[in-house]
């Protein structure tokens, strides 16, 4: 399959995942409707949006310039080789 190219595709695929998290949450919090457990997934999603913002940018632009990401498993490689 070759790689999407079309900005238009790129923003549907970014689009979809945040679809594909909001129903996941809501499903979630449906089946166990408690504010704990809504606090908990929001603070556990920002976590994660975090850690990837670190292993895709500050990895790249503050720590290693040669780093180049190509998804999370060239990230654990790297860190693996270090």
């Known amino acids: 399959m070759p790689d999407l190219r079309d ?3 790129m923003y549907l695929k970014g689009g979809l995942f945040v679809v594909i ?3 996941a ?3 979630i919090l449906i089946e166990h409707p408690d504010l704990k ?3 908990l997934l929001a603070l556990g ?11 895709f940018y ?3 632009h503050y720590i290693d ?3 180049k990401f190509a998804g999370l498993w060239s ?6 080789k270090r």
């Open 7 to 9: 900005p238009r595709l």
């Open 21 to 23: 998290g909001v129903a």
């Open 25 to 27: 949450c809501v499903l």
């Open 37 to 39: 457990l809504a606090a």
């Open 45 to 55: 999603i920002w976590a994660f949006c975090r850690a990837y913002y670190f292993a």
């Open 58 to 60: 500050v990895i790249e």
């Open 65 to 67: 310039a040669d780093y």
């Open 75 to 80: 990230f654990v490689r790297y860190v693996m």
